[in-house]
């Protein structure tokens, strides 16, 4: 393929990159939101920022393998998208569950939050595969540069 064809999903990938940095970073701002939302005092506020995270990560501690097998088994392209799609439904999701309660809303969070850790699992392999080896670890460090933009 020529180098003109790998254009377009590179930049879609640099994008899905700061995507993943920026919903990574935002656990953070929403605390207060969440302290407002749910009327938690501070000794609840406590345990907002101890569960919040909690509920982000833990896909990415428990799944990231599962989820490795999965892009293995219907390729890189798919897992993108189901990615995508996952990390849609659970920011659709957190909107009424915001009304339902607290723990609702950390099922939300979790839904888009294993969404967040396929394409963090997709992304990679899918960056590398978009051209030639040689200039693979230049597309990397590209791509992730963006993901740490994203998080500032």
């Not at 935002?26 to 609840?44: G, P, R, T, V």
């Not at 394409?119 to 693979?136: D, E, K, M, S």
């Amino acid at each position: 393929m020529s180098k003109n064809k790998f254009l377009f999903p590179l930049i879609v990938m640099a994008a899905l990159f700061f995507l993943i940095g920026f919903i990574t970073t935002m656990n953070n701002s929403m605390i207060d939101f969440l302290k407002e939302a749910f009327k938690l005092d501070q000794l609840k506020s406590g345990e907002v920022l101890k569960q919040l995270p909690n509920s982000f990560f833990f896909g990415a501690y428990s799944l990231s393998i599962p989820i490795g097998f999965l892009i293995n088994r219907i390729g890189y392209k798919k897992g993108v998208m189901a990615g995508i799609a996952m990390v849609a439904l659970g920011i659709i999701l957190c909107i009424p569950l915001v009304a339902i309660g607290y723990i609702p809303f950390l099922g939300g969070v979790a839904v888009f939050a294993i969404g967040i850790v396929i394409l963090q699992v997709g992304v990679n392999p899918y960056v590398n595969a978009l051209g030639p080896a040689r200039t693979a670890a230049s597309r990397l460090t590209l791509t992730n540069a963006l993901n740490s933009v994203a998080t500032v």
